[in-house]
Nanobody, 117 residues
């Protein structure tokens, strides 16, 4: 079965940090373009990070990384803000353009990140 399993979400205070993990099973992460999306309440799902691209809203605070040996991708989130509150998803697409356009082949189940004091 081809799937992502996400973990690492939770409640954190503004200025805090979290690291999200996304483990791939049933496929190897190096044959797809992998990225992170998020969807805040009442907003559309947006692409925020991949290996060589970051949305302006997270640039300098979030870091995408991959461990091919573990078939896992990570999103290190620092200096979190209340506006980062959202459900975060990892996703795989055929290539970086498809990823950025939201043409996704595999979605993770999503993990909630809440930034609140």
């Amino acid at each position: 079965q081809v799937q992502f399993v996400e973990s690492g979400g939770g409640l954190v205070q503004p200025g805090g940090s979290l690291r999200l993990s996304c483990a791939a099973s049933g496929f190897t992460s190096d044959v797809y373009a992998i990225g992170w999306f998020r969807q805040a309440p009442g907003k559309e799902r947006e692409h925020i990070a991949s290996l060589i691209w970051y949305a302006d809203s997270v640039k300098g605070r979030f870091t995408f990384s991959m461990d091919n040996a573990k078939n896992t991708v990570y999103l290190q989130m620092n200096s979190l803000k209340t506006e980062d509150t959202a459900v975060y998803y990892c996703a795989a697409a055929a290539n970086p353009d498809a990823l950025h356009q939201g043409t996704i082949d595999i979605w993770g189940q999503g993990t909630q990140v809440t930034v609140s004091s």
